[in-house]
């Protein structure tokens, strides 16, 4: 890697450098393979540079349809890669079409490097077109709230040192993304010079550790009988250990919707999904009717309003010890009896390695509390709403046996991408695996319809391992961005496209008949979506039963050059695990896993 550099920088020594180049050879440096955009006059100059790039072998561009979905390609790309996802659009409407992506990387923590133009520094508050200066459409202003690093470039020679600083804070607890805007005849500039830094130091992650609290912690575990843990979505890289934990204390454990991905689904302690979708089982075991539970942990766990069935009381009380790496989720635990910051990894393998020679000495143990029900259909020990899913085979095709065969089809190691709406619930609540490698994916922070439809462009661009990727989304979702569906087939990515197909906005749908409401707004009317694939020349199939789901080559899918979609007509009349959603709107009592 090292002589590659020296090979590209010799290379680079020989053509002008503009500031846009030196733009360019940091992301080269941190590794960066691809920044998603859409051109346009003022982001010319940084165009230019990555093509001069792409010759050279380095970072090159990924053309978008829209620029929320250059975002979201970015936000898929640096969760597959763990690498500084980038995005970048031109000034004015090109980058408030930004917003929404980045305003959700925000609300899941992803990094992003957000790269704007500006028009020329000399037409600011001219009524130039598109100017998004300060004295016009305030493109930083309009950033300001959704990232963790804002500025406007304002001289060639503060170029460098804002860029290294918004990289920096987009890997810093908690990690997001950050905005540079950079007037385009800075970006034209001659800079005449390379980096000349170590690109490790640029991300690296402090991690401290509160060693008071994780001694109070081991005490409190060393006090306790019985204990179950409540597994979040920030527990990469802490995953194993917490599954040791729970296997040496016996205790039975759940996970929000979108820690699910960290935790294998078929444990003999799994309980399932507490929150929005969640399971019966789940819910339950925290409501602690016999009066059992001496400790509840809650890891990783940033305790949103859908991943607590609205912060119920279950989840929210003095048995619980929060553990993160972010203080900003103690804010929502402030009755907890304990708060432990600091990173999860250590903290878990101390935990571990405690309990292991506290056993050792004591031969303490839990042999009763961690008891499970009945194996379901799929082996794990959650208990589905609808128990029977497996077996619907009528007509029209049923959403819960779909997502069961869904989870049984599917090859090892897929990435899967659950876009918001419907198919947020019944991935939650009936794709089930017995994978804990993070490749389930949802975006449940801001819940931005048709982001799972750009996020699996950008991880499998990001992917170098030939996984399978699939992205189910709904008809609503889909008619918002299909139009990227041609950057697939433009790249030539072999991902699955799953279309929800039932005419409806179904969680308008279902929300409007549970909740009582006017009956407005949500028909969307028939639509043939693999006669619109087709006609991009994507490859398509119309799908209305199991049987013809079961028949096909998902192999052959999977080693395509090029995406495939699957137009797949199912009951609207079913409705989605979504209650406790419903009540948290209108403000009722909640009822976990509703």
């Not at 090979?7 to 020594?13: A, F, L, P, R, Y």
């Not at 001694?215 to 920030?234: N, P, R, V, W």
Request: aromatic share 8%; charged share 20%.
């Amino acid at each position: 890697m090292h002589d590659q550099l020296i090979e590209h920088g010799q290379q680079m020594d020989k053509e002008q450098v503009t500031y846009a180049d030196l733009v360019v050879e940091y992301l080269n440096l941190l590794g960066v393979e691809y920044v998603f955009g859409v051109p346009g006059g003022a982001i010319e100059p940084l165009f230019n540079a990555l093509a001069r790039s792409e010759r050279r072998g380095g970072v090159r561009a990924v053309v978008a349809r829209h620029e929320a979905g250059a975002a979201f390609m970015a936000d898929g790309y640096a969760r597959e890669t763990g690498k500084l996802g980038v995005c970048c659009a031109t000034t004015g409407p090109g980058a408030t079409n930004l917003l929404t992506g980045v305003a959700s990387a925000y609300a899941d923590n992803v990094p992003i490097l957000v790269i704007t133009a500006q028009t020329p520094l000399p037409k600011f508050g001219r009524r130039a077109l598109q100017d998004s200066s300060c004295a016009a459409i305030d493109i930083v202003g309009i950033f300001r709230h959704c990232t963790r690093y804002n500025s406007l470039v304002s001289h060639q020679e503060q170029l460098e040192n804002k860029l290294i600083a918004a990289v920096m804070a987009s890997s810093r607890i908690p990690a997001g993304p950050v905005h540079i805007s950079i007037p385009s005849d800075i970006l034209r500039t001659e800079a005449g010079y390379l980096p000349k830094v170590r690109p490790e130091l640029l991300t690296q992650q402090f991690q401290l550790s509160d060693r008071v609290a994780l001694e109070k912690l081991i005490q409190e575990l060393s006090q306790a009988k019985h204990i179950a843990l409540f597994i979040g979505d920030g527990c990469k890289d802490a995953s194993g250990s917490i599954m040791q934990l729970a296997t040496l204390l016996n205790a039975p454990f759940v996970s929000g919707p979108m820690g699910k991905r960290w935790v294998d689904e078929t444990h003999p302690l799994y309980r399932g999904v507490f929150g929005f979708a969640g399971h019966s089982s789940a819910a339950e075991l925290l409501a602690d009717k016999d009066d059992k539970l001496d400790l509840v942990l809650a890891i990783g766990a940033a305790l949103g309003e859908l991943g607590t069935s609205g912060w119920a009381e279950e989840l929210i009380n003095h048995k619980l010890i929060h553990i993160d790496s972010s203080v900003e989720h103690f804010t929502r635990s402030p009755m907890a009896r304990l708060h432990v910051c600091g990173s999860l990894p250590v903290i878990f393998k101390k935990l571990v390695d405690e309990v292991r020679q506290a056993q050792l000495k004591w031969g303490k143990c839990w042999p009763e509390f961690g008891s499970v029900p009945p194996l379901n259909a799929l082996g794990g020990r959650s208990l589905w709403r609808d128990s029977m899913a497996m077996e619907h085979r009528q007509l029209p095709f049923k959403p819960q046996s779909l997502f069961c065969l869904l989870a049984r089809i599917l090859p090892e190691g897929t990435r899967f991408f659950a876009d918001a709406g419907n198919a947020w619930a019944w991935a939650i609540h009936y794709y089930q695996r017995a994978e804990s490698n993070g490749k389930f994916h949802i975006a449940m922070g801001l819940g931005a319809m048709a982001w799972a439809i750009g996020a699996v462009i950008g991880s499998a661009l990001g992917d170098s391992s030939g996984a399978a990727h699939v992205c189910v989304t709904g008809d609503g979702a889909y008619l918002m961005s299909a139009q990227e569906i041609t950057v697939a087939k433009q790249q030539q990515l072999p991902i699955l496209f799953i279309v929800l197909n039932d005419g409806v906005l179904g969680m308008v749908m279902h929300g409007q008949r549970l909740g009582n409401a006017e009956k407005i707004g949500f028909e969307l009317g028939a639509v043939d979506y693999a006669a619109l694939a087709l006609a991009l020349g994507v490859d398509a199939a119309v799908i209305t039963a199991a049987e013809q789901l079961l028949a096909l080559d998902f192999s052959a899918i999977f080693q395509k050059q090029g995406p495939t979609l699957l137009d797949i007509r199912i009951d609207p009349e079913e409705i989605p695990p979504m209650l406790s959603r419903i009540q948290s709107l209108q403000n009722q009592s909640m009822t976990p896993g509703g």
